[in-house]
T-cell receptor, first 111, second 115 residues
Framework: QKEVEQNSGPLSVPEGAIASLNCTYS??????FFWYRQYSGKSPELIMF????GDKEDGRFTAQLNKASQYVSLLIRDSQPSDSATYLCAVMGSSASKIIFGSGTRLSIRP | DGGITQSPKYLFRKEGQNVTLSCEQNLNHDAMYWYRQDPGQGLRLIYY???????QKGDIAEGYSVSREKKESFPLTVTSAQKNPTAFYLCASSTRTSGSPDTQYFGPGTRLTVL
């Protein structure tokens, strides 16, 4: 079992709809969770982090964390073509010394 | 401008050569990291350093070496012992601030190709 798992996609969402990206992790003691966006050929950019159970909103983005289910998700409201990218989920484990990245979900917003 | 710079952007290496990738940051971050990304895959940790003059191996350190003589700089050498070095190399740095987790920020990356 991978430490951080994401569906590789592609996930195709119509413009203006809500895109939902999911991530599960295996280390029950994990402390912090991050979502990065990566455009093709570019480096990852931090979207947001979350470390408490529940929802955290930042503009059109909402991160949701459920530690009991070992599940973290990212919702993108009013999806735009510029949101088309690969989204990487990253988890800081119980050792807190390094972050483990998932392999990413490719999101495509269709006009 | 504060940020992380990596050079060169593109690098071509002949088999059997060692090459060094540069990573510099002026964010005053304590920790620095090197990752490798292969097409369609996530990031794999090569080496990391949490303080000057100290560094630890990541998950795929074989065939790579690093140094951390200055807080601002964390160069990565890809040696001839690395059998499949063609990849996208990403440097990151982080620091812990009150109320936030240790969050990593990335440089623009170096794309290494072995000819």
């Amino acid at each position: 079992q991978k430490e951080v798992e994401q569906n590789s996609g592609p996930l195709s969402v119509p413009e203006g709809a809500i895109a939902s990206l999911n991530c599960t992790y295996s280390d029950r003691g994990s402390q912090s969770f991050f979502w990065y966006r990566q455009y093709s050929g570019k480096s990852p950019e931090l979207i947001m982090f979350i470390y408490s159970n529940g929802d955290k909103e930042d503009g059109r983005f909402t991160a949701q964390l459920n530690k009991a289910s070992q599940y973290v998700s990212l919702l993108i409201r009013d999806s735009q073509p510029s949101d088309s990218a690969t989204y990487l989920c990253a988890v800081m484990g119980s050792s807190a010394s390094k972050i483990i990245f998932g392999s990413g979900t490719r999101l495509s917003i269709r006009p | 401008d504060g940020g992380i710079t990596q050079s060169p952007k593109y690098l071509f290496r002949k088999e059997g050569q060692n090459v060094t990738l540069s990573c510099e940051q002026n964010l005053n971050h304590d920790a620095m990291y090197w990752y490798r990304q292969d097409p369609g895959q996530g990031l794999r940790l090569i080496y990391y350093s949490q303080i000057v003059n100290d560094f630890q191996k990541g998950d795929i350190a074989e065939g790579y070496s690093v140094s951390r003589e200055k807080k601002e700089s964390f160069p990565l050498t890809v040696t001839s012992a690395q059998k499949n070095p063609t990849a996208f190399y990403l440097c990151a740095s982080s620091t812990r601030t009150s109320g936030s987790p240790d969050t990593q920020y990335f440089g623009p990356g170096t794309r290494l190709t072995v000819l």
